[in-house]
């Protein structure tokens, strides 16, 4: 399929600059996250919004939004922030030659980021394309910069969008304020936050040369499968007790790729990193609209041997313990750590050489109202990850079906991987 840009423009805000001018001081959440783009498509059935409209809604919603105008700065002492200039967000028009059910069902490949604005190493924090198929279909992507907002938040950006467009007002006005989410002064950590250090390495040394060709895939679990993975993961609790999905499924993933990494032998240890929202954790807790990052990380950490070895309820237990202990005073010890470090402490390089073997990283959207999305004609029939080029990266996402089941998107070497697409959804042995 051919993918044309015919226009790419700069869109700002309506109003003046003059009132909303200044500088939004970037919080410890914000500087634990990497400075990249986040990519999200969205793809809509005929018929679809004119492009006109939605340009002249974004202008219109970026008033109450300018972080996404803005630019990454420095305030006088150095620490980053976003410069509310109104220097504006890309916005490109482009034309497919086929159908959207050409690329159907949207599994990760290459052929989608055609559908994504390029955007490394780029200044403008938001970048929007939209593409129109010849079905009369079109596909939005959007690439926004991971330091301005987390996925919560820019869902509640995207609601706004589609709400002007629509003419109807904003249901959830943005909080700009993200002092509740800074160090204290001087800051005082009181945990050793592993999941902000250098994590264990795999054991031996691989070199780049010998490492296989990455795969990159999308495994639906139905709403039925989920039940069968939560009840196998509270087997050793007390009756009527229940882990989330969230721990679950993601116990059952950790064991299987480790599994499948060939390390269920090893004595060595694996962690899987955790990204937790912690609006309502920290007191008093975030006002809503809050935008900016709230995200705390947390790692359960493990022998491999013994993940693979033990049943399914070992794992999340691991899993759940560490999301737990996420409370006040632990968020408020984390952004004094971050704060303390003189690099962002965590950094997962936009490379396809990236590897995080025998470790994991772990972003949940499946909370995230992405198959919402309305600009008033019609939800998404497909919205997601477009594409993860590293190893060892998960997403879990909302299932198109919209039944509560789950898309957990995954990057491992090829081998590896036709060793979890044979064992991930068999539970025999749990």
């Known amino acids: 399929m051919k993918i044309e840009r015919t226009d ?28 990249v783009h986040v990519e999200v498509l969205y793809a809509f059935n005929a018929p679809s919004p004119p492009t006109s409209l939605l340009k002249e809604n974004l202008c219109k919603v970026l008033n109450n939004y300018r972080e996404w105008a803005g630019r990454l ?11 509310l200039n ?13 159908d959207l059910q050409d690329i159907w069902p949207f599994n990760p490949s290459q052929v989608l980021l055609d559908l994504i604005p390029f955007n490394r190493g780029v200044p403008e924090l938001l970048l929007i394309q939209v593409t129109r198929f010849a079905c009369g279909g079109l596909s939005l992507g959007v690439a926004r910069h991971h330091q301005v907002a987390d996925g919560e938040a820019a869902s509640e950006f995207m609601e706004a969008w589609s709400s002007a467009v629509k003419g109807l007002p904003i249901t959830c006005k943005p909080i700009h304020d ?6 204290r002064d001087p800051p005082m950590p009181i945990f050793e936050h592993k999941e902000y250090q250098s994590p264990p390495p795999k054991p031996g040394k691989v070199t780049a040369i010998e490492c296989p060709d990455l795969a990159i895939k999308k495994f ?12 196998a993961a509270a087997k050793d609790l007390q009756e009527g007790k229940s882990y989330s999905t969230f721990v679950g499924l993601l116990g059952h993933v950790w064991k299987c790729v480790t599994k499948a990494r060939g390390l269920g032998d090893e004595e060595g240890e694996t962690r899987v990193t955790v990204s937790v929202n912690v609006r309502k954790r920290i007191d008093p807790p975030l006002p809503a609209g809050y935008f900016g990052n709230a995200m705390c990380h947390t790692c359960p950490q493990t022998k491999m041997k013994d993940l693979v070895s033990k049943p399914l309820s070992f794992a999340a237990s691991q899993i759940h313990d560490a999301i737990k202990k996420v409370n006040n005073d632990y968020v408020q010890s984390a952004l004094d750590f971050i704060e303390l470090q003189q ?17 994991l990283s772990v972003t949940s959207w499946a909370t995230l109202p992405l198959y919402n ?11 997601g990850n477009p594409y993860i080029p590293f190893e060892g990266l998960v997403i879990f996402a909302p299932s198109h079906k919209k039944d509560g089941s789950i898309d957990v ?11 979890f697409e044979a064992i991930c959804f068999d539970l025999q042995n749990e």
């Open 8 to 35: 790419r423009q700069i869109l700002k805000p309506t109003s003046s600059a003059e009132e909303a001018a200044g500088l939004v001081l970037l919080s410890s959440s914000d500087l634990a996250i990497p400075r």
């Open 73 to 83: 700065t420095k305030d006088a002492s150095g620490r980053p922030a976003i410069e």
């Open 86 to 98: 109104d220097a504006g967000v890309v916005f490109i028009e482009a034309h497919a030659d086929g």
């Open 178 to 183: 993200r002092s509740a989410l800074m160090p």
């Open 220 to 231: 639906h679990f139905s709403a039925e499968l989920l039940k069968k993975i939560k009840a």
């Open 343 to 359: 690099k962002n402490p965590v950094q997962i390089a936009r490379t396809a050489k990236t590897v995080l073997s025998p470790n």
């Open 373 to 383: 999305l309305d600009f008033g004609w019609g939800t998404p029939m497909f919205a």
């Open 409 to 419: 998107v995954l990057g491992l070497f090829a081998p590896d991987m036709e060793k």
